[in-house]
């Protein structure tokens, strides 16, 4: 079933007449006369209506569907990446349930954004984030920030109960699947907050970096290999997500 994202006043609505967006989609999709389309709201609703393609409108809904949110919110905080790279951590993150996305500078960062140009980029990665959700029926989408500093990240770690990064520490950190079981049952008591992962950039964080993240996030080990930036963010994910269920 085909399916757009609209605003959640539409959802709402008995007659939709798709916005431009939706519109534009609708046109190349070419949808026959009587075909079910699902409109969702990234908000966790959904409704089925049907095309009319007399007057491009959208028509007869069924019932507006909840869906409810995860239990346990997930974060991803990652140092951006280049190009194509970075849209694609994007894409497999909302694949995998993520409820927020922190873009962070760091010192070692290739990829470089003045003050004045991050949120036109978090507007561009929030249609990529659109985008991977309407094609992988997520109903929820991810807040995704305008980049930050990677202080000003330290500080919205601590808006989460738990963060795990990848580090190599003294002692060794347990892998990240040991880690993520021994905070839960440690947490058990207290499960506000949610969970978090944070990635550095491709020339890794520096040691001062390092030092200020592990005092407020638990290390874990990613594997015996060196795993690339975005390798990195999406194996991380794909465990906490698979803890979170």
Do not use: Y
Not at 71 to 80: D, G, H, I, Y
Not at 172 to 198: E, M, R, T, V, Y
Request: hydrophobic share 45%; charged share 25%; with cysteine.
């Amino acid at each position: 079933m085909h399916r757009l994202l609209v605003e959640p006043s539409l959802l709402d609505a008995q007659t939709v007449v798709p916005p431009q967006d939706a519109a534009r989609h609708l046109k190349v999709l070419r949808p026959k006369p009587g075909e079910e389309i699902e409109l969702f709201d990234g908000q966790g609703r959904t409704r089925v209506f049907k095309w009319c393609a007399t007057d491009g409108t959208l028509t007869d809904p069924g019932a507006v569907t909840p869906h409810p949110a995860p239990a346990e919110l997930l974060t991803l905080f990652a140092c951006v990446t280049k190009g194509s790279r970075w849209d694609w951590t994007i894409e497999k993150a909302v694949e995998l349930g993520v409820s927020r996305i922190v873009p962070v500078i760091s010192a070692r960062c290739i990829v470089r954004l003045a003050p004045d140009e991050r949120e036109a980029k978090a507007e561009r990665w929030r249609r990529v984030a659109e985008d991977a959700a309407r094609q992988s029926d997520a109903v929820w989408l991810p807040e995704i920030l305008a980049p930050v500093d990677f202080p000003a990240a330290l500080a919205l770690v601590n808006t989460c109960r738990r963060v795990f990064v990848g580090a190599l520490a003294q002692p060794a950190p347990p892998p990240l699947l040991k880690a993520i079981d021994a905070a839960l049952a440690a947490d058990a008591a207290d499960a506000s907050g949610g969970l978090g992962l944070f990635v550095g950039p491709e020339g890794d964080f520096t040691p001062e970096e390092l030092a200020s993240l592990l005092e407020i996030a638990t290390p874990a080990s990613f594997g015996p290999t060196i795993l690339r930036a975005e390798t990195a963010a999406i194996f991380g994910l794909s465990v906490l997500a698979a803890c979170r269920h």
